[in-house]
């Protein structure tokens, strides 16, 4: 078995806040922390493992001094490292943007497209987000509306409360909205085109740059349906709620009032992040705002504690993974 703490990169962007440090005991010199990147393993960004003999590493160090078999047998084929995981504190509106699919980023920024989740842990009340269009539109329309400014007008905003979950095929068009925190689980791609940004101004004082073309050639113009909200199983002492589970990455919330036991078998690797509560995993103490990741072929890991996190994989769709009892 190898459990290790994980350490996060962090992003200032210009909507950040503080409640990374303030409340998930982060600790980042930045004045606002808008991300936390948990598990990462990417140009712009990397994890580095913090407890044990591997500490120091960045987690491509880690992978590459244990063998590419910790990552899991779904993952022989990757090129890439698969999953991005993130803590988002949005204290002001994050751009409306849209993310390629895999074929269109490959063609012309050279890595996989993104496909996102977003588990809301807490925001403010009235916090409202972004979430595709209301009404068909056409790509034709779609442009109009950015050129005369009236995009806010036919896009789907949603008011939000904890525990919500949204599934973002890449093609949809989004945005977390002010007062919102989320974990955001997602393909490993930093591949964003902004669209519309509030007239805002970046750190360097000019506007951000927005890709209004390719932005028009990636967003899917259908209305969007709302998935339905996930529902808990109960277990003996904890339950589990599958918040995501796609090509990409699956995603379940376990809620433990005492203590739980995972199987994490050769197919892939399993990052955990604690979102509420305190345990030991394994013989590690997480707190609330922790990430560890666990190498695939782990077996049994024994989760001690009450808490709350989210456990994420790279496993296929409809496969059933989540055998422990
Ligand atoms: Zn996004």
């Known amino acids: 078995m190898a459990v290790v703490k994980l350490s996060p990169c962090f992003k200032d962007y210009i909507w950040g806040g503080t409640r990374l440090r303030d409340e998930f005991g982060k600790q980042c010199h930045f004045d606002t922390i808008a991300e936390s990147w948990e598990l990462a393993c990417h140009k712009d960004g990397s994890c580095t493992v913090a407890s044990g003999e591997y500490n120091g590493l960045t987690l491509e160090q880690y992978i590459d001094t244990k063998g590419k078999q910790i990552m899991g047998t779904s993952c022989e084929n990757d090129k890439v490292f698969p999953v991005l995981v993130k803590l988002i504190d949005a204290k002001n509106d994050l751009s409306v943007q849209v993310h390629p699919d895999d074929e269109y980023a490959m063609r012309t920024e050279g890595e996989p497209g993104k496909t996102e989740m977003w588990y809301v842990i807490d925001c403010l009340d009235g916090a409202e987000l972004i979430y595709g269009f209301k009404e068909k539109v056409t790509p034709q329309q779609f442009a109009g509306m950015i050129r005369d400014n009236t995009l806010l007008e036919y896009v789907n905003k949603v008011r939000v409360k904890k525990g919500d979950v949204f599934f973002i095929p890449s093609g949809t068009l989004h945005a977390i909205g002010k007062g919102i925190l989320v974990a955001e689980i997602q393909q490993n791609s930093n591949t964003t085109y902004r669209v519309y940004d509030y007239g805002r101004v970046g750190n360097d004082g000019k506007p951000r740059e927005l890709h209004i073309d390719k932005a028009i050639d990636v967003t899917d113009t259908k209305p969007v349906t709302m998935s339905p909200m996930p529902v808990a199983v109960e277990y003996e002492g904890y339950s589990c709620t599958t918040l995501a589970d796609c090509k990409y990455f699956t995603a379940v919330k376990y809620d433990v009032q005492s203590k739980a036991k995972l199987d994490i078998d050769h197919r892939s ?43 994420s994989r790279k496993l296929q769709k409809g496969i059933d993974i989540f055998g422990e009892k």
């Open 269 to 311: 690797f399993a990052h955990l992040l604690m979102i509420d509560g305190e345990a030991k995993i394994d013989e590690l103490i997480g707190k609330k705002g922790d990430s560890f990741f666990i190498d695939a072929s782990s077996g049994s890991v024994r989760i001690n504690g009450r808490c709350s996190f989210i456990l």
